[in-house]
C-alpha cells in the first residue's frame, strides 16, 4: 500500500533512513562489531577470490562491494553482469567464492550462473530481499536485505540495502583476516551516520526538485560524471534517469569525458559532478570545468567539507568508503521528479518488468 505517496518509488526513497537502521540493529551487536554467520565467514576465509555476480542496479551495487572487500578484507575481488558471466566462462581462481546480488532472488541470468558454480561445487552467498527466493534457496549462505517489498520498477532502497549489507560483510571478514581492526570503520555507527545522512538530504526534496526541472526536465541527455567509488555511483544514477524519465543518461569516469565522449557535450547539456572523495575531488572539478567551457550546465552533489560552487547538493560527512549510500539518494530523487514532471508513470516505465525471469 503506498498510503499517501503518488508513486511506490517516492515512498521506497523515504524507507531507506529506516533501512539503514535495521541493518544496524540486526547485523550488528551493541559494540559496533558485526553480527554476521561464523560459518559464512569461516569459508568466506578460506577464498583467494571473490566474485560477484548481478544485474542492472545490482551490478551496480556490486561495484561498489569490490571496493569494500578490496579495502577492508585485501581479498582481489571481481563484479560481473551476470548475462555475461553465464556464457563466457571467465578464468576463476584456485578457491573462488561467488555473491549473488538480486533484489528479486529471481534474476535469470543470475540463476544460471548459480546452477554452474554448485555444479562445480563453488561455495556462494546470495543477497537478497525475497526469503525463499530461487536465489535464496540454491545458494549454501544467505543474507537478506530486510528492506520490504520493493514495488517501483526502478530499484532504490535494494540498492543502498546491498550496500549496506556488503559493508556490514566485509567488514566481518575483514576483522577474522585481521585486516582491520573493530575500532576502525565502527560499521553500526557509520550505518546510524548514514540514516540521519538519508533523511537529511530527502527532506530537502523540494530542492531538488526544482534541479529537476531546471536542468532535466528540458533535455533529452545528461551526463555524471565521477572518480572512483563516484563513477560506480554515476553509473546507477544514470540508470534512474534512464529508465524512469527517458533521458539518454550516461554515468562516466570523470578523466575518460575528452578521450572522445566530450564531443556530444552541447550548449545545455546537463552534466552533474559526484564529489565525495578528498583525493580527486580537485580533478573531478577540473574534469567540469572543461564540460563547462564547451556549453554544458553544470553542478555538484558534494560531501561536505569539500568545497562548493554552483548549484550544489550537500551530502553529510560519512566514511569515504560508504558515500554512495548518500550520494545516490540526490539521483534517485533528480530521476523521480524528471519522470514525474513529464507526466510519466514512475512506478511502471515503458518496456520494463521488475524482474527478468528471461536470459
Ligand atoms: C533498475 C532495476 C534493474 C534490476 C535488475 C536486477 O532500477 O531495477 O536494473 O536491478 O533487473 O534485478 P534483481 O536485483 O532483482 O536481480
Not at 16 to 40: D, H
Amino acid at each position: 500500500d503506498k498510503g499517501t505517496y503518488p508513486y511506490y518509488m517516492l515512498k521506497e526513497i523515504d524507507e531507506q533512513p529506516n533501512v539503514m537502521r535495521k541493518l544496524a540493529s540486526l547485523y550488528t551487536q551493541e559494540s559496533g562489531r558485526p553480527n554476521v554467520n561464523q560459518a559464512l565467514i569461516n569459508t568466506m576465509k578460506q577464498a583467494d577470490r571473490i566474485y560477484i555476480v548481478g544485474a542492472g542496479t545490482s551490478y551496480h551495487a556490486g561495484l561498489v562491494g569490490k571496493k569494500l572487500f578490496e579495502k577492508l578484507t585485501h581479498v582481489p575481488t571481481e563484479v560481473h553482469v551476470a548475462s555475461e558471466f553465464a556464457y563466457e566462462n571467465p578464468l576463476l581462481s584456485d578457491n573462488p567464492f561467488f555473491i549473488f546480488l538480486s533484489q528479486s532472488g529471481e534474476t535469470a541470468d543470475s540463476r544460471e550462473v548459480l546452477v554452474n558454480v554448485n555444479a562445480h561445487d563453488y561455495k556462494s552467498l546470495t543477497i537478497t530481499n525475497v526469503e525463499n527466493s530461487t536465489l535464496f534457496r540454491e545458494a549454501t549462505y544467505t543474507m537478506l536485505l530486510h528492506a520490504g517489498p520493493e514495488i517501483s520498477v526502478a530499484s532504490t532502497k535494494a540498492y543502498t540495502a546491498q550496500i549496506g549489507v556488503e559493508a556490514i560483510l566485509a567488514k566481518a571478514l575483514g576483522e577474522a583476516k585481521q585486516q582491520v581492526i573493530a575500532e576502525e570503520f565502527d560499521i553500526r555507527q557509520q550505518l546510524g551516520l548514514v540514516a540521519t545522512g538519508m533523511q537529511a538530504i530527502i527532506d530537502e526534496k523540494e530542492m531538488i526538485e526544482d534541479l529537476a526541472k531546471k536542468y532535466f526536465v528540458p533535455t533529452s541527455k545528461a551526463f555524471y560524471i565521477g572518480r572512483g567509488i563516484d563513477q560506480t555511483v554515476s553509473l546507477e544514477s544514470a540508470l534512474k534517469l534512464k529508465e524512469i524519465s527517458y533521458v539518454q543518461a550516461e554515468g562516466f569516469a570523470s578523466g575518460e569525458l575528452k578521450h572522445g565522449t566530450i564531443a556530444l557535450i552541447e550548449d545545455g547539456t546537463p552534466v552533474v559532478g559526484i564529489i565525495t572523495q578528498k583525493r580527486t575531488a580537485n580533478l573531478t572539478r577540473s574534469n567540469l570545468q572543461e564540460t563547462m567551457s564547451r556549453g554544458a550546465k553544470t553542478f555538484t552533489i558534494v560531501r561536505n567539507g569539500l568545497a562548493q560552487e554552483g548549484d550544489t547538493i550537500i551530502i553529510p560527512d560519512v566514511d569515504e568508503m560508504i558515500t554512495p549510500l548518500l550520494s545516490v539518494v540526490p539521483a534517485q530523487l533528480i530521476a523521480y521528479y524528471t519522470s514525474l514532471n513529464k507526466g510519466l508513470d514512475v512506478d511502471r516505465p515503458r518496456n520494463l518488468a521488475k524482474s527478468v525471469t528471461v536470459e
